[in-house]
């Protein structure tokens, strides 16, 4: 068994911050929405085109977007269909990222990090305030979800330990970054069981139980790192969503919740349908039930109903209450 010691250790705390800052609103003020990550979260917005409007919330491209799960995401639905007012998202997550890719290399060169999505992309765009998107520190949430690729391409080699807390530190000091920006109400989406995807599966239970072990630390980091954030900043209020939980919890029983009851097969994908279907709920014979009855639609990403449970899920606890 490899020593995940080193990464559990890396923060100290891990006691969730309650939002308790004169600058959370509460979810009904949220007007504007920042979001970082990866293709869990991506919606293949582009920044030099269209901006979010009331025409599209999201800017661009049309809704739901350039999804991996085939239909809205969490981004998706978070914006449309769970919004408490009118909801502006800019939203710069790109496929493959990790925190870093100097720390984890992604799939390819060209993936744009959290770093880069900071650096390159919100910070000149968007630091700003610009008329487009003039957002304000009282109304603005930023959410970051980042986890499964730098684990999932770190974790069988020899020094993940030593990479995946180094990665952790980096994604601390960049929500520093953001914070010195304005940014001041945050929510991070904490890693799925992924380790029961159909990926991890393939390779053995051995590669199971090591990225289940992981994904643990990991996870147990970015509370701690939540809650450094707004013991370090007064008026920083900071929320994690245990994604990993509500996975947990459809993967074991579909009907926990109601967006996810339709779900007939929760272990496996179909080769048919890995590449997404010309609509969210196609049939085909040889695949035995419709897509949207899959949990998952290839080898790593879920259909778009554990998407909107997550989003449901999101709101109420951003919210205190229950839809």
Request: charged share 15%; net charge negative; glycine share 6%.
């Given at each position: 068994?490899?020593?995940?010691?080193?990464?559990?250790?890396?923060?100290?705390?891990?006691?969730?911050?309650?939002?308790?800052?004169?600058?959370?609103?509460?979810?009904?003020?949220?007007?504007?929405?920042?979001?970082?990550?990866?293709?869990?979260?991506?919606?293949?917005?582009?920044?030099?085109?269209?901006q979010p409007s009331?025409?599209?919330?999201?800017?661009?491209?049309?809704?739901?977007?350039?999804?991996?799960?085939?239909?809205?995401?969490?981004?998706?639905?978070?914006?449309?269909?769970?919004?408490?007012?009118?909801?502006?998202?800019?939203?710069?997550?790109?496929?493959?990222?990790?925190?870093?890719?100097?720390?984890?290399?992604?799939?390819?060169?060209?993936?744009?990090?959290?770093?880069?999505?900071?650096?390159?992309?919100?910070?000149?765009?968007?630091?700003?305030?610009?008329?487009?998107?003039?957002?304000?520190?009282?109304?603005?949430?930023?959410?970051?979800?980042?986890?499964?690729?730098?684990?999932?391409?770190?974790?069988?080699?020899?020094?993940?330990?030593?990479?995946?807390?180094?990665?952790?530190?980096?994604?601390?000091?960049?929500?520093?970054?953001?914070?010195?920006?304005?940014?001041?109400?945050?929510?991070?989406?904490?890693?799925?069981?992924?380790?029961?995807?159909?990926?991890?599966?393939?390779?053995?239970?051995?590669?199971?139980?090591?990225?289940?072990?992981?994904?643990?630390?990991?996870?147990?980091?970015?509370?701690?790192?939540?809650?450094?954030?707004?013991?370090?900043?007064?008026?920083?209020?900071?929320?994690?969503?245990?994604?990993?939980?509500?996975?947990?919890?459809?993967?074991?029983?579909?009907?926990?919740?109601?967006?996810?009851?339709?779900?007939?097969?929760?272990t496996d994908y179909?080769?048919?349908?890995?590449?997404?279907?010309?609509?969210?709920?196609?049939?085909?014979?040889?695949?035995?039930?419709?897509?949207?009855?899959?949990?998952?639609?290839?080898?790593?990403?879920?259909?778009?109903?554990?998407?909107?449970?997550t989003a449901k899920?999101?709101?109420?606890?951003?919210?205190?209450?229950?839809?």
């Open positions: 068994m490899r020593n995940t010691t080193a990464l559990l250790a890396l923060l100290a705390g891990s006691a969730l911050a309650a939002p308790k800052s004169t600058c959370w609103p509460g979810w009904e003020g949220i007007s504007h929405m920042v979001v970082f990550g990866d293709s869990y979260t991506t919606t293949g917005f582009n920044d030099t085109l269209a009331k025409a599209n919330p999201l800017g661009n491209p049309a809704y739901p977007g350039y999804t991996a799960t085939n239909g809205p995401n969490w981004v998706d639905f978070l914006t449309t269909t769970y919004n408490a007012t009118f909801l502006k998202t800019v939203n710069l997550a790109y496929g493959g990222a990790t925190v870093d890719s100097a720390l984890v290399r992604p799939y390819l060169p060209t993936v744009l990090s959290l770093k880069d999505q900071i650096y390159q992309e919100y910070i000149p765009n968007y630091s700003t305030h610009p008329k487009s998107f003039n957002w304000k520190k009282k109304n603005t949430l930023f959410a970051s979800f980042f986890g499964i690729n730098d684990i999932g391409n770190a974790y069988s080699n020899a020094n993940a330990s030593t990479v995946l807390a180094q990665d952790i530190a980096e994604y601390a000091s960049l929500m520093d970054v953001l914070y010195q920006s304005g940014a001041r109400n945050f929510l991070f989406l904490n890693v799925p069981p992924v380790n029961r995807s159909p990926l991890t599966v393939a390779q053995g239970h051995a590669s199971q139980r090591l990225e289940a072990e992981y994904i643990s630390a990991y996870n147990a980091n970015i509370t701690a790192m939540a809650a450094n954030l707004s013991s370090t900043y007064a008026d920083a209020t900071t929320f994690v969503f245990n994604t990993h939980r509500i996975f947990r919890q459809v993967l074991n029983d579909p009907c926990s919740h109601l967006e996810t009851c339709a779900y007939k097969n929760t179909c080769v048919d349908y890995e590449n997404g279907t010309d609509s969210w709920y196609t049939f085909d014979a040889d695949c035995g039930v419709a897509v949207d009855e899959y949990f998952w639609l290839n080898s790593l990403h879920p259909t778009f109903r554990m998407m909107n449970a899920a999101i709101v109420e606890e951003l919210s205190g209450s229950l839809w």
